[in-house]
């Protein structure tokens, strides 16, 4: 088997959530001491890392990000590597990111290449955002790449396609926790109390509202509440309830108009069924945007490569913080092949495993020819 597959394995058995990722960095300085030294030098951060690779004749640094968190969902693929963390997987690719950073980080160890690399093994991804205090890091500051890459994987696109544009590539995102506190008691008295679990239905209605009838229709945004909680038992009226969502805009402007609306509802619900609520916008990422002539440099090299094919896609309501980086950075950010039936934060996704070779090889080649002197 193929050592960055056997890599991919492993990982995949160990998914940890935002900043407590801590055995996947051991497992990650683990693999690095194996190899040879002279040219690696690594600053761990909390739980990601900063490895830099020196280059022959370095002029300029190319930065690699890969991020490393998994999500809180109970892995149902079979796998006979499945996650051994009941609860968590590797549901959004992180331990194929990382194994395509320490195949492509293996290969400028083996063959320098002129410029100097910095791979990021970034925590926290998923929630609450590793990119940003990162970024602002001294380690980022002594060690800041002048350009940079990262790649996310894409069920839907077969394995040797790579997928991206220049400009906005991801949305900008900010998760939404909405709390409800009202009046709870017997089932059989509502006209005593101010029923929680309602006014969280009504909500999540009025919600919809939003998108549909306030956000410019040639505009685009996504209010998703992926899980409510509310009321103790079946016979007892909910004295509390809380919704927890994401917001997903394609502008800043857009972002602001949505939340105004949320804050309107909000206010509302508190009027018309006596309550008080509480709102909490978590984290928020910067929208990704690929440096345009960057991005068009990067799909004119796929476009003469033999191994990969390139796919001219649409912008996505998915979120990255990823975002914050390219804001200080010149970069490129793409999707990856890896042809799954279930897609991402699926509790089954099955990407396939071809793709990592495929992409470790293409990232070699790019860099070679990034990092050498054009005379
Ligand atoms: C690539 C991907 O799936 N990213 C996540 C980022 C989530 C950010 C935050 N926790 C939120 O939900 O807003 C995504 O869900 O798009």
């Given at each position: 088997?193929?050592?960055?597959?056997?890599?991919?394995?492993?990982?995949?058995?160990?998914?940890?959530?935002?900043?407590?990722?801590?055995?996947?960095?051991?497992?990650?300085?683990?693999?690095?001491?194996?190899?040879?030294?002279?040219?690696?030098?690594?600053?761990?951060?909390?739980?990601?890392?900063?490895?830099?690779?020196?280059?022959?004749?370095?002029?300029?640094?190319?930065?690699?990000?890969?991020?490393?968190?998994?999500?809180?969902?109970?892995?149902?693929?079979?796998?006979?590597?499945?996650?051994?963390?009941?609860?968590?997987?590797?549901?959004?690719?992180?331990?194929?990111?990382?194994?395509?950073?320490?195949?492509?980080?293996?290969?400028?160890?083996?063959?320098?290449?002129?410029?100097?690399?910095?791979?990021?093994?970034?925590?926290?991804?998923?929630?609450?955002?590793?990119?940003?205090?990162?970024?602002?890091?001294?380690?980022?500051?002594?060690?800041?790449?002048?350009?940079?890459?990262?790649?996310?994987?894409?069920?839907?696109?077969?394995?040797?396609?790579?997928?991206?544009?220049?400009?906005?590539?991801?949305?900008?995102?900010?998760?939404?926790?909405?709390?409800?506190?009202?009046?709870?008691?017997?089932?059989?008295?509502?006209?005593?109390?101010?029923?929680?679990?309602?006014?969280?239905?009504?909500?999540?209605?009025?919600l919809q509202?939003i998108v549909?009838?306030?956000?410019?229709?040639?505009?685009?945004a996504v209010i998703t509440v992926?899980?409510?909680?509310?009321?103790?038992?079946?016979?007892?009226?909910?004295?509390?309830?809380?919704?927890?969502g994401?917001i997903?805009?394609?502008?800043?402007?857009?972002?602001?108009?949505v939340?105004?609306?949320?804050?309107?509802?909000?206010?509302?619900?508190?009027?018309?069924?006596?309550?008080?609520?509480?709102?909490?916008?978590?984290?928020?990422?910067?929208?990704?945007?690929?440096?345009?002539?960057?991005?068009?440099?990067?799909?004119?090299?796929?476009?003469?490569?033999?191994?990969?094919?390139?796919?001219?896609?649409?912008?996505?309501?998915?979120?990255?913080?990823?975002?914050?980086?390219?804001?200080?950075?010149?970069?490129?950010?793409?999707?990856?092949?890896?042809?799954?039936?279930?897609?991402?934060?699926?509790?089954?996704?099955?990407?396939?495993?071809?793709?990592?070779?495929?992409?470790?090889?293409?990232?070699?080649?790019?860099?070679?020819?990034?990092?050498?002197?054009?005379?």
């Amino acid at each position: 088997m193929n050592q960055f597959i056997k890599i991919r394995r492993d990982l995949h058995k160990i998914p940890e959530l935002g900043f407590q990722e801590f055995k996947t960095q051991r497992y990650l300085l683990t693999y690095l001491q194996t190899l040879p030294g002279g040219r690696v030098e690594i600053k761990p951060w909390k739980t990601g890392l900063f490895v830099r690779v020196k280059g022959t004749n370095p002029a300029k640094t190319i930065g690699y990000r890969a991020d490393i968190d998994g999500l809180p969902i109970t892995e149902e693929t079979n796998l006979p590597f499945s996650s051994e963390h009941e609860g968590n997987m590797h549901a959004c690719g992180h331990d194929f990111h990382m194994s395509i950073g320490l195949g492509l980080l293996t290969y400028v160890v083996e063959n320098p290449i002129e410029d100097n690399m910095v791979f990021i093994f970034q925590p926290a991804e998923e929630g609450p955002g590793g990119a940003e205090p990162m970024l602002k890091s001294e380690e980022m500051l002594e060690w800041k790449p002048d350009i940079i890459l990262a790649l996310h994987i894409a069920p839907e696109y077969p394995v040797g396609t790579v997928a991206t544009k220049p400009g906005l590539l991801f949305a900008n995102t900010s998760e939404l926790f909405i709390d409800l506190k009202g009046r709870g008691g017997h089932a059989a008295y509502p006209h005593l109390t101010n029923d929680m679990v309602v006014a969280s239905c009504s909500l999540v209605t009025q919600l919809q509202s939003i998108v549909a009838r306030n956000v410019d229709p040639l505009d685009s945004a996504v209010i998703t509440v992926g899980k409510i909680t509310g009321g103790t038992v079946q016979n007892v009226i909910a004295e509390n309830a809380r919704i927890e969502g994401t917001i997903r805009t394609l502008s800043p402007e857009a972002m602001q108009k949505v939340k105004h609306r949320i804050e309107a509802i909000v206010k509302g619900i508190e009027t018309g069924y006596e309550c008080k609520a509480t709102i909490d916008y978590g984290a928020m990422y910067h929208q990704v945007y690929n440096d345009e002539n960057l991005a068009k440099e990067f799909m004119d090299f796929i476009q003469t490569d033999e191994e990969m094919s390139l796919v001219h896609c649409k912008e996505a309501m998915t979120g990255e913080d990823f975002g914050y980086m390219l804001k200080e950075i010149p970069g490129v950010m793409f999707w990856l092949g890896v042809d799954s039936e279930n897609g991402l934060h699926h509790s089954k996704l099955l990407p396939n495993e071809e793709a990592i070779e495929k992409a470790i090889s293409l990232l070699s080649r790019y860099v070679t020819y990034k990092g050498k002197r054009k005379n």
